[in-house]
């Protein structure tokens, strides 16, 4: 940590000592290393880096003199740097930007933006003057507020009727400032403070989307935010046991392996929906596996799998060399094998194929969606969907 520490001071001293002198160069940024780079030595080599991998950590040096001489954490900088472009630029404020007003972006066959005076779309603020900037930027530019959404970690996909977990963090560069939090779960419930929960229900036939929003804001009226979104399967019919057989919120409830899930284009359309499982083939030496476990109740009458498919072949139909395989697994361990198809059984379009599972009532069963392609073979890919068992 020392050693980082010393590090990143030599750093920052070296972007502030960057501009003194007329010889130096006015870019303490650069990201172009073909022509304006950072030279570095390890292991006794000298070398020229450059890019935003250089550039980006630069200017983190510059903030953490920021940090130092406000004693503040600063959070998102983007507030106060176009406080302070603006204020340069209307003429009122300290000069921290070198303003670029000459040239463009374009390049051959795209036009692009103009750099103007002040703050363009090609330049934005210009670049920056490290020790003027450090020197202006004083405590109280305004209270910055950073919200983050940890739990869920990523977007969610769940059944209706489940009840989901909420938690968030927020962070004020005044450390003596309270903070308010907030959720909008985008289907029109709404709750306080950073750790809830909150129920979704689909009353539809097709998966809703809904967008939630966490909002913590400060006595000021300085405010962040972070956002996950979350969707709602619909209700499943009465009896059903298997989870998105659709396929229309992609691979959630199914264990796939070298299986395309999803919209997979006008080439492998969906039955019905979006979505669909495609087991490509393409001389593919390795098995393309798709799996969901599923329990039967004990108590049903009755438990039928149903299933439609999509064979499309590419070379010589005579050839049964590449194959699809629907295999169960039940209690025992034994893998069963409950309908096997080729490409010789091609023929245009989905056709429905089916297999009767009231023989493993009241266990849990490992249902395998198997597609096996020989090298040399005919390129045979197999699309699947509107999967279902019903068990009453």
Not at 26 to 45: I, S, W
Not at 106 to 132: E, F, H, K, N, R
Not at 219 to 225: D, K, P, V, Y
Not at 287 to 301: F, N, R, Y
Request: charge should be negative.
């Amino acid at each position: 940590m020392g050693r980082r520490r010393r590090d990143l001071g030599l750093l920052a001293a070296a972007l502030l000592a960057d501009r003194q002198g007329p010889a130096r160069r006015r870019e303490p940024l650069p990201a172009g290393g073909a022509h304006d780079g950072y030279v570095v030595q390890t292991g006794g080599m000298r070398a020229t880096v450059g890019g935003t991998s250089c550039s980006a950590p630069a200017f983190a040096g510059i903030l953490a003199l920021v940090v130092q001489k406000t004693g503040e954490r600063q959070g998102n900088p983007c507030p106060a740097l176009y406080a302070l472009g603006g204020a340069q630029y209307q003429g009122g404020g300290p000069v921290v930007f070198h303003d670029i007003t000459a040239g463009n972006t374009s390049v051959p066959g795209t036009p692009g933006y103009p750099c103007t005076p002040g703050y363009d779309l090609a330049t934005g603020l210009g670049s920056v003057d490290a020790q003027a900037l450090v020197a202006a930027w004083t405590a109280g530019l305004g209270n910055n507020v950073q919200a983050s959404i940890l739990q869920p970690a990523a977007d969610l996909v769940i059944a209706s009727g489940t009840e989901a977990a909420f938690l968030g963090s927020a962070l004020e560069s005044d450390p003596a400032a309270s903070l308010a939090c907030a959720w909008d779960f985008g289907d029109g419930g709404t709750a306080a403070g950073a750790r809830c929960a909150h129920t979704y229900r689909n009353t539809g036939t097709a998966p809703a989307t809904f967008v939630v929003t966490f909002t913590a804001t400060d006595g000021t009226g300085a405010a962040g935010a972070d956002t996950r979104t979350v969707t709602v399967l619909p209700a499943p019919p009465p009896g059903e046991l298997i989870v998105n057989g659709g396929f229309e919120a992609g691979a959630w409830g199914w264990t796939a392996s070298n299986v395309s899930i999803g919209p997979n284009g006008p080439s492998e359309p969906a039955r019905t929906g979006q979505g669909d499982a495609w087991f490509s083939g393409w001389q593919n030496s390795m098995p393309e596996v798709l799996q969901q476990t599923v329990p039967i109740p004990a108590g049903a009458a009755s438990a039928r799998l149903a299933f439609w498919l999509r064979i499309d072949i590419y070379g010589d139909t005579a050839r049964p060399v590449d194959c699809f395989q629907v295999k169960a697994r039940g209690a025992d361990g034994q893998v069963r094998v409950l309908a096997a198809l080729s490409n010789l059984d091609y023929a245009p379009g989905y056709r429905e194929h089916g297999a009767d599972l009231g023989a493993y009532r009241g266990q849990e069963v490992q249902l395998s969606f198997v597609a096996e392609h020989s090298p040399g073979g005919v390129n045979t890919s197999f699309t699947l969907d509107d999967v279902s068992l019903v068990a009453r």
